[in-house]
């Protein structure tokens, strides 16, 4: 079994990492992870520990969750502060098998008063959609359904000649309280390559999904929340990718922001 020293030293030189441990080599390495700022995991059904770095990517939709949630309360549907996105906020007191685990969404919607999100957000990139699904699973089965739903993100990695993200889509899942269990909360829909249907592509919620035990936060007329549209996700995605590409491949080259 890898042993807490290997685990330290690829914290400090490595982008990802995965290894099946115990919860005593997780408690040694955890305070390195978090001075690192890495998004990680530590599932203790499955003694898996999953680190990595944040990207542009997650970044892109740390800021498309944000944004939704902030234009909810600017065009006055929900109280002032009456719900925040927050990002990379670790959570734990996880119940039975998962007893013992941590886990830092992407993001999660936090009502106000409320100490778990009411819908978490699983962005993946170096991720597999199995290892994404495994956090899902985590979340919403490990907070027994206090997390009520799981928005997954995944884009493909860019191959070397690539500049533009060529495949993606966006799942939800939810959890079912009769079966104890996560079930997909709709079908999986593309992201990339963008559909002819892209402007009205869209997620929709109920105020309860989004609020939870915190109704009386919403203070409009409104029936439902606005969409959440994936438009708006992958603009965002796109001008994030110009970005992480133009951070691998500086070659010294004149820079017009220097003026």
Not at 46 to 57: A, C, D, N, V
Not at 69 to 94: H, K, N, P, Y
Not at 153 to 164: A, D, F, G
Request: proline letters at 5%; a negative charge.
């Amino acid at each position: 079994m890898v042993s807490p020293t290997d685990i330290i030293a690829d914290i400090a030189s490595k982008g990802a990492g995965k290894y099946n441990i115990t919860w005593k080599v997780f408690s040694e390495v955890e305070e390195v992870l978090s001075d690192k700022r890495a998004k990680y995991s530590y599932n203790s059904a499955t003694g898996i520990l999953r680190f990595l770095m944040p990207t542009f990517i997650h970044a892109s939709c740390n800021g498309w969750i944000s944004r939704w949630v902030q234009g909810m309360e600017t065009s006055g549907d929900i109280a002032r502060l009456g719900a925040r996105a927050i990002v990379e906020a670790t959570l734990q007191t996880f119940q039975k098998a998962y007893d013992g685990s941590k886990k830092t969404p992407d993001a999660g919607i936090y009502p106000r008063g409320r100490k778990w999100p009411s819908i978490a957000l699983e962005a993946g990139y170096s991720e597999s959609s199995e290892e994404l699904i495994e956090d899902t699973k985590l979340l919403l089965e490990g907070s027994e359904g206090r997390i009520g739903l799981v928005i997954i993100v995944k884009v493909e990695p860019l191959k070397p000649n690539e500049r533009e993200i060529q495949n993606g889509f966006i799942q939800v899942y939810k959890y079912d309280q009769e079966m104890k269990r996560i079930v997909s909360h709709g079908g999986r829909i593309r992201l990339y390559p963008p559909p002819a249907s892209r402007l009205q592509q869209c997620l929709k919620f109920t105020w309860n999904q989004v609020l939870r035990n915190k109704l009386n936060e919403h203070i409009s007329d409104s029936e439902q929340p606005p969409p959440l549209y994936l438009e708006d996700l992958r603009t965002i995605l796109n001008e994030d990718v110009a970005r992480h590409l133009e951070f691998q491949h500086l070659d010294g080259e004149e820079d017009s922001e220097k003026e």
